[in-house]
């Protein structure tokens, strides 16, 4: 199955479901603006695998613009799981130095992004921008780092595997070389000698 259809499919599930429970739990309505930065922050999901450092902003910023256009209040499973699923493959994407520091700056721009909601509404700290705004991102990005890096250990481990099963297949190869090589010397070695005597017993007999 091709991962980028099940983005796809997911993408267009979260954004049913985010429409769907933004309408209900919004008694204005939805307009355009909320409807746009909803679109963009479902719709990102579609494109993480591609381009995760590019698609993590775009979402944050639909998902900061949709917070504070609308003034929701509600539980936010949908845009919430949109951020998780592209912060995932941004951990995923995280393997040299310039990608880490990619992925901190996309970290930082989503902690101020929060910290924006959070002063928005009503009753907002800085513990709560600290707390669970930050796990939002971070645990996800954080399974995605911890995958990658086994999978980059595991294939490490299985290509010295290879190779040394191939250095023993080498040395099982020229070990029965040499052993072949000796038998034919000591073939030789009697076959000169009973040549020899054979020689030897003629010129006798002669």
């Known amino acids: 199955i091709d991962l980028r259809v099940i983005d796809w499919v997911l993408a267009s599930l979260l954004t049913v479901g985010a429409l769907a429970d933004a309408s209900s739990q919004l008694p204005r309505g939805l307009g355009v603006l909320t409807i746009v930065s909803l679109l963009v922050l479902t719709g990102s999901v579609a494109w993480r695998r591609r381009s995760p450092a590019i698609t993590t902003?775009?979402?944050?910023t639909g998902f900061v613009v949709f917070q504070?256009?609308?003034?929701?209040?509600?539980?936010?499973?949908?845009?919430?799981?949109?951020?998780?699923?592209?912060?995932?493959?941004?951990?995923?994407?995280?393997?040299?130095?310039?990608?880490?520091?990619?992925?901190?700056?996309?970290?930082?721009?989503w902690l101020a992004g929060v910290a924006v909601i959070t002063y928005d509404q009503a009753g907002g700290s800085v513990g709560a921008v600290l707390g669970g705004w930050a796990l939002l991102g971070g645990l996800p990005f954080a399974v995605g780092r911890t995958l990658e890096t086994r999978s980059a250990l595991t294939r490490e481990l299985e290509e010295r595997l290879a190779r040394l099963e191939d250095e023993q297949a080498l040395r099982a190869r020229l070990a029965a070389g040499e052993e072949r090589n000796r038998m034919a010397r000591e073939l030789h070695d009697v076959i000169s000698h009973c040549v020899s005597v054979m020689v030897i017993q003629t010129s006798g007999a002669r």
Do not use: H, K, T
């Open 68 to 109: 504070v256009a609308s003034g929701y209040a509600g539980g936010g499973a949908f845009e919430v799981a949109a951020i998780a699923l592209n912060f995932y493959p941004l951990g995923r994407r995280s393997r040299d130095r310039q990608s880490v520091r990619m992925a901190a700056a996309v970290f930082a721009y």
């Open 57 to 60: 902003p775009i979402a944050v």
